[in-house]
């Protein structure tokens, strides 16, 4: 089993829909959770973080944390063309480890 | 420009030969991370360092991967007798050290090994 695992995708959204990301990871004892953008041939870019049960909302980003379930998503809502990208879920166990482990991503479009 | 800057963008080298990498974090960030990232493949950690200690290393870097930060500022990532394995883009990030901090990264280095 993968440390964490995303749906590679790709993930077609029509324009102005919600895309939904997901992400499950195998550390029970991870702390923080991160949303990366990564367009291609650049590097990732921090969309969202989160750290604690429940959802954190950021303009049109909810990111969704169930640490029960091992589970972390990213909503976005009125998708745009320039929301194409690959979306990479990183996870640390803090606690002075503080190494980034990453999903494959998902390699999302939003068709206008 | 205050990001994590990284030189250079691009390296083209022969099979065998030496690289070195140079990474200038965000200024007031103690923390600096390595990682490398192939096609189609999320990054995967290399090392870091909290001012000028390297404090952990990951079992992807080979004796002939070395990294130093002598002065707690920028780093340098140097691989020896390079391989067209080795190609990929070399990843710099850098955060605070306390709990919860958010890692930047940088544009990145990409390697091709011919």
């Known amino acids: 089993q993968k440390e964490v695992e995303q749906n590679s995708g790709p993930l077609s959204v029509p324009e102005g829909a919600i895309a939904s990301l997901n992400c499950t990871y195998s550390?029970?004892?991870?702390?923080?959770f991160f949303w990366y953008r990564q367009y291609s041939g650049k590097s990732p870019e921090l969309i969202m973080s989160?750290?604690?049960?429940g959802d954190k909302e950021d303009g049109r980003f909810t990111a969704q944390l169930n640490k029960a379930s091992q589970y972390v998503s990213l909503l976005i809502r009125d998708s745009q063309p320039s929301d194409s990208a690959t979306y990479l879920c990183?996870?640390?166990?803090?606690?002075?480890?503080?190494?980034?482990?990453f999903g494959t991503g998902t390699r999302l479009t939003i068709i206008p | 420009d205050t990001g994590v800057s990284q030189d250079p963008r691009h390296k083209i080298t022969k099979r065998g030969q030496n690289v070195t990498f140079r990474c200038d974090p965000i200024?007031?960030?103690?923390?600096l991370y390595w990682y490398r990232q192939t096609l189609g493949q999320g990054p995967e950690f290399l090392t870091y360092?909290?001012?000028?200690?390297?404090?952990?290393k990951s079992r992807l870097l080979s004796d002939r991967f070395s990294a130093e930060r002598p002065k707690g500022s920028f780093s340098t990532l140097e691989i020896q007798r390079t391989e067209q394995g080795d190609s990929a883009m070399y990843l710099c990030?850098?955060?605070?050290?306390?709990?919860?901090?958010?890692?930047?990264f940088g544009p990145g280095t990409r390697l091709l090994v011919l």
């Open positions: 989160i750290y604690s049960n």
């Open positions: 990183a996870v640390n166990n803090g606690f002075g480890n503080e190494k980034l482990t």
């Open positions: 200024s007031e960030h103690n923390r």
């Open positions: 550390d029970r004892g991870s702390q923080s």
């Open positions: 990030a850098s955060s605070f050290s306390a709990a919860e901090e958010t890692q930047y």
């Open positions: 360092f909290q001012n000028e200690a390297q404090l952990e």
